[in-house]
């Protein structure tokens, strides 16, 4: 259940919130404001991968 939420958080920032520059709360807004300010190589979905690490 928990690989299906983050399957859908993943499909609505990236299709709905990213591209009109809206920003979530907690880790994934954290990681949206990271992948703005660093370079075009570092990835949202890297982001959200590294920031979830210490929470599994």
């Known amino acids: 259940m928990l690989t299906i939420a983050g399957i859908v958080n ?32 570092l990835s949202l979905s890297l982001f959200l991968l590294i920031l979830n690490i210490p929470l599994f």
Request: hydrophobic content about 40%.
């Open 10 to 41: 993943v499909f609505g920032i990236t299709l709905l919130m990213t591209p009109v520059k809206l920003y979530d709360s907690g880790i994934s807004g954290t990681s949206m404001l990271l992948e703005q300010i660093t370079p075009s190589y």
